[in-house]
T-cell receptor, first 111, second 114 residues
Framework: AQRVTQPEKLLSVFKGAPVELKCNYS??????LFWYVQYSRQRLQLLLR??SRESIKGFTADLNKGETSFHLKKPFAQEEDSAMYYC?????????????FGRGTSLIVHP | GAGVSQSPSNKVTEKGKDVELRCDPI?????LYWYRQRLGQGLEFLIY????????KSGLPSDRFSAERTGESVSTLTIQRTQQEDSAVYLC????????????FGSGTRLTVV
């Protein structure tokens, strides 16, 4: 069965500390992986996708196929990073592309 | 429009009544998704539309739930005989031809069944 696990419901750090939000997936085939973010009172929005190998707002995520992980990292957290973060693998099945979302990790960055 | 628009933003209904939720995707986005998010939970896939293909209804939790989409435009999600466990935020997302790209989400409809 396809599963995505974000083991931490809440992650609390101080400003300037490194942060890592964990995501593990269990999928047949090769999923594409995304991270979405939802800031307070805003809608869910795309943060980054693994195929782009990009860094957005200082965040990066490396796909580790051996560990089936796609952890989101930032070396120095900022207060404005406080938000809900969702890992979302997507697999093509019969022409359908349906992303599955983890339950989310709430990141709180204290001043 | 500039983004995905959902209406109403909030809906309170009595148990047993039917409700209809609307999603207006970004113009030109052929793929449209409905998700449900219960309090403290992740996003639960409900249904997916892609162009004129038959929709993928595999996520609909019961036959009380149905959705329609007219061409590549507006979609409506209908919940019949609402139950208290239907209370959730219902999110709509759209994208260009799917796969590889991200999804643009609406702000959701918060449904409360009393």
């Amino acid at each position: 069965a396809q599963r995505v696990t974000q083991p931490e419901k809440l992650l609390s750090v101080f400003k300037g500390a490194p942060v890592e939000l964990k995501c593990n997936y269990s999928y047949s085939g090769s999923p594409e992986l995304f991270w979405y973010v939802q800031y307070s009172r805003q809608r869910l929005q795309l943060l980054l996708r693994h195929i782009s190998r990009e860094s957005i707002k200082g965040f990066t995520a490396d796909l580790n196929k051996g560990e089936t992980s796609f952890h989101l990292k930032k070396p120095f957290a900022q207060e404005e990073d406080s938000a809900m973060y969702y890992c979302a693998p997507q697999v093509s099945s019969g022409g359908s592309y349906i992303p599955t979302f983890g339950r989310g990790t709430s990141l709180i960055v204290h001043p | 429009g500039a983004g995905v628009s959902q209406s109403p933003s909030n809906k309170v209904t009595e148990k047993g009544k039917d409700v209809e939720l609307r999603c207006d995707p970004i113009s030109g986005h052929t793929a449209l998704y409905w998700y449900r998010q219960r309090l403290g939970q992740g996003l639960e896939f409900l249904i997916y539309f892609q162009g004129n293909s038959a929709p993928d209804k595999s996520g609909l939790p019961s036959d009380r739930f149905s959705a329609e989409r007219t061409g590549e435009s507006v979609s409506t999600l209908t919940i019949q005989r609402t139950q208290q466990e239907d209370s959730a935020v219902y999110l709509c997302a759209s994208s260009l031809p799917p796969g590889g790209g991200g999804y643009t989400f609406g702000s959701g409809t918060r449904l409360t069944v009393v």
